[in-house]
């Protein structure tokens, strides 16, 4: 077993750190957490108690991992922060661990990269392959679904859910539910439309993008009612499942989805 601890770094004897361990200079990691084989822990980075981690994560110097909930509820209980694999989590981030009203756990999957100065809150669950830009906040409870991208100094609700591929502009607030595959950009959001850059991205067909083109504007733009036009999307396209996947989201929604952006009398979209 091979791990590099800098002689100025604490770590409680009680934490359980794999093989190919690297911690740096005045980091710290407490009692009660388990780091998996091939992280590396910067120099002044923080790994709180009751902090789960994977294999081959990087925490960047002054990154506050762990710690205790922002939640004036929260009681003291035991809850968890529970990380997946390959997560970059830059300088000075911070991730909260969750409460009982939420669960108990944070959790955050694999293959995301979370830049400088961003904020997971307590109960938050994000997916794998996420990126949280510089400064992007995550307020509690809130739900971010793979391969979604938020942009620099953005906002998510408490309670809100990102979907699948979705895009989040920045400097953009998010007070509600934004579908998969959509794209949201202004000070207090509205969906612009699919994220049509992400859906290239992932190689989908044309056919398929010009059916989430349609949807969009069947939902949000005919103003048919919410729910038939729900059912008139899945007539045309049910046959394509990324449609699918994105009138379920609109259905199942808690807190109601974004409505469309607005637009000016000269037919451009504002905030």
């Known amino acids: 077993m091979s791990r590099s601890l800098h002689p100025s770094a604490f770590v409680s004897p009680d934490a359980v750190l794999g093989d190919n361990i690297q911690v740096g200079p005045c980091a710290v990691i407490e009692e009660d957490v388990v780091i998996g084989d091939g992280c590396q822990v910067h120099a002044f980075a923080s790994i709180k108690r009751h902090t789960r981690m994977g294999r081959d994560n990087v925490v960047h110097s002054y990154a506050a991992v762990g710690g205790i909930p922002q939640d004036l509820k929260f009681a003291g209980e035991i809850s968890f922060l529970e990380i997946g694999d390959r997560n970059s989590i830059r300088e000075f981030a911070t991730l909260h661990r969750g409460t009982a009203g939420g ?51 953005c906002a998510v609700h408490q309670f809100s859910r990102i979907g699948r591929y979705a895009f989040v502009g920045g400097m953009t607030g998010v ?37 989430m083109r349609a949807a969009f504007r069947t939902i949000w733009l005919s103003g048919i009612p919410r729910r038939e036009a729900l059912a008139q999307v899945e007539q045309e396209y049910g046959h394509i499942p990324q449609i699918l996947e994105l009138t379920a989201f609109v259905r199942e929604s808690p807190r109601g989805v974004l409505a469309a952006a607005r637009q000016n009398g000269n037919g451009h979209e504002t905030d």
């Open 103 to 153: 669960g108990g756990h944070t959790r955050v999957g694999n293959d995301n990269l979370l830049m400088a100065y961003t904020h997971v809150a307590h109960d938050c669950q994000i997916g794998n392959g996420v990126v949280l830009s510089n400064n992007a906040t995550l307020a509690g409870h809130v739900s971010v679904q793979d391969g979604a991208i938020l942009g620099g100094l």
């Open 175 to 211: 007070a509600q539910d934004l579908p998969p595959y959509m794209l949201a950009v202004g000070g207090r959001s509205g969906i612009h439309g699919p994220n049509i850059v992400g859906l290239r991205r992932l190689r989908v067909p044309p056919a398929t993008v010009s059916a």
